[in-house]
């Protein structure tokens, strides 16, 4: 699982770019990716921020390996409760992607409960996508956000 991680260390620094919300709402997304002590994992910061200024989404994360040595994302933001865990996912990368790193809760068949994804896109010009899909229980498992981001000048 190091190969995530160093393909997410080779990327580090600061991104932005504009992106659509489930609720059809342009935005600015803004991601710093740092690395971890030891080069162990990274840490993540991401915000998506409307035109008006409002803040859509704002998240912490680390991508790191757990106790077990199995990879992990440990996120918490200001939409939800605590600092939750997901599981490393199999995902296939978009057409011209170079490599995609998926994290998820939950069953996405599971209607019953809360299903949670996260992907993050290595594009080979440099850039980076973020994507996030989910489902509240009872309701409908889908794509909700998507922002493809590149480098910010003088962070390469």
Known sequence: MQLEIDGLL???GRYGGHGINHEEEPFHGELVLQPLPGDRGVSL???AVGIDGTTYH???AWIAPNAQGETVLYAIHANGGGVMQY???HGTPPEGCDQTVVF???Q???ADELRLEVAIDLWP???LSY???WGLPGGDYKPRSDVRMSVERGEE
Do not use: L, S, T
Request: net charge negative; proline share 4%.
């Open 131 to 133: 994507r996030h899909a």
């Open 108 to 110: 996405p068949a599971e």
């Open 104 to 106: 998820g809760v939950g």
């Open 45 to 47: 910061e991401f915000r």
């Open 87 to 89: 599981e490393r996912r």
């Open 58 to 60: 704002h998240e912490c």
């Open 10 to 12: 080779a990327r580090v």
């Open 125 to 127: 010009d440099g850039d």
